[in-house]
């Protein structure tokens, strides 16, 4: 993880990871609670920062959500 997303200014591109990450957990049948804690440690990251990613994702529609 670079400085900057240290400090908590992930780029667009690493959101959307995060995101895709945490809606596969999703659909692999774990809790939302399960899944923001286990992509929260994978990434280094608050739950607060997951939960605004996951906010961030289902506003704009981003993959997977967005494919058919």
Known sequence: ???GEAGGQL???RRKE???I???A???HTTVAESRKLVAAQFGLDE???RQIEREG???QWPPLSES
């Open 1 to 3: 993880m670079s400085q």
């Open 11 to 13: 780029s667009e591109a």
């Open 18 to 20: 995060v995101f895709l």
């Open 22 to 24: 945490l809606v596969d």
């Open 26 to 28: 999703q659909d692999r």
């Open 48 to 50: 607060s920062q997951i």
């Open 58 to 60: 289902l506003d704009l």
